[in-house]
């Protein structure tokens, strides 16, 4: 057992995805500080995961956004609320105590005692789906990558881009569109056919590829080429079956992630496929102080949409608030005109 004394307090956020952080907002206008925990590095979810530079056009008073704006902007509005972050750790477990609050344990040994407990998790923790060739582990991250986090570093190297959807496709974009791209840049796909929900980034790519901008290479992996500890090339099955060599300087692994439910689904909450059944005018779930928001709920008439996931983290909030400070008045506020929400915003004298 650890002797590290448990973190205590009001209110744990499990997931940093925008439903989380907006959760997260939302605690802070009820007076409420918020830890969270997010599986990822980073803030975002999958939103900054998957497609951080794909525009979202039906958020409220944005006309258009791109994911990685989007999560900026929730990064800055919760920055009042100072909430403490516990990035690049997954819940492990999750228990009642005697005096009803709740025990929680992270991958990384963390364990909070919290008198509520949010489960913002979208469909689960997300992890990259990976290509499963013996030795590969061994070039990450220096070769090897799961993630593009800056075109740039890739300059005037050899890039293979493995991946033929809608993540494949916007990385190989955003490596052509580099202001400093690299020498050498190929898609590798198990088939000739791309596939995208978005026609315009299909067009383009296909159109470099067209122009020898990108080489689309047919084929599937199935062993590793390496020589003085650095990886050399991929080898490949070709349509017909013939083996084939990819050399390469880098390999981007652009399969997309996989959603994970994990302990969630041993806790012994309600479910239905998969999701966890709520109460719609408070979120709660089965167990009290214990609540759900986002693509992880359910209820009659969901959806799953971000802002729908915003509307749920507030009425959460309320929910929490209202257990929290049994004995207290809570009157529904307004940030035009409340000189409490003022303060606590920072926009107005203490």
């Not at 944005?62 to 690049?88: K, N, S």
């Not at 509520?116 to 997300?126: D, H, W, Y």
């Not at 220096?142 to 493995?162: E, I, Y």
Request: proline fraction near 8%; charge should be neutral.
């Amino acid at each position: 057992m650890s002797d590290i004394a448990p973190i205590e307090t009001d209110a744990l956020v499990i997931g940093a995805g925008p439903a989380g952080l907006w959760q997260v907002f939302q605690l802070g206008l009820q007076g409420i500080a918020a830890q969270v925990i997010d599986a990822l590095p980073h803030l975002g979810g999958q939103l900054a995961e998957l497609y951080p530079d794909k525009p979202i056009y039906d958020i409220p008073g944005l006309p258009v956004c791109t994911g990685r704006e989007l999560v900026q902007r929730l990064q800055q509005q919760v920055r009042p609320f100072a909430p403490t972050l516990h990035l690049g750790q997954s819940v492990t477990t999750l228990q009642r105590e005697a005096d009803q609050r709740w025990r929680v344990g992270s991958s990384a040994g963390t364990t909070f005692l919290a008198r509520t407990v949010f489960i913002a998790a979208g469909v689960g923790a997300f992890q990259p789906k990976r290509l499963k060739l013996e030795g590969i582990e061994a070039f990450e991250p220096a070769q090897v990558q799961h993630r593009l986090d800056d075109p740039a570093a890739f300059a005037g190297r050899h890039v293979v881009v493995h991946g033929g959807d809608d993540l494949a496709i916007d990385w190989a974009l955003r490596l052509l569109d580099s202001p400093a791209p690299p020498a050498r840049l190929s898609l590798l796909h198990r088939r000739e056919v791309l596939g995208s929900d978005d026609p315009a980034a299909l067009e383009r790519v296909q159109a470099a590829i067209a122009a020898g901008r990108i080489a689309l290479v047919v084929g599937q992996p199935t062993g590793l080429r390496a020589q003085a500890g650095r990886l050399q090339a991929l080898e490949l099955l070709d349509p017909q079956g013939q083996p084939q060599t990819l050399a390469l300087d880098h390999l981007l692994v652009a399969l997309g992630l996989s959603p994970r439910l994990g302990p969630v689904a041993d806790w012994g909450l309600a479910m239905e496929r998969k999701q966890l059944v709520v109460q719609p005018e408070s979120c709660e779930t089965s167990e009290a102080g214990l609540f759900a928001v986002g693509d992880i709920n359910t209820y009659p008439g969901k959806k799953k949409l971000i802002l729908c996931g915003f509307h749920e983290a507030t009425l959460a909030a309320f929910a929490a608030a209202a257990q929290l400070r049994p004995d207290e008045r809570l009157p529904l506020q307004y940030t035009t005109t409340s000189p409490r929400l003022k303060r606590l915003l920072g926009v107005a004298p203490g």
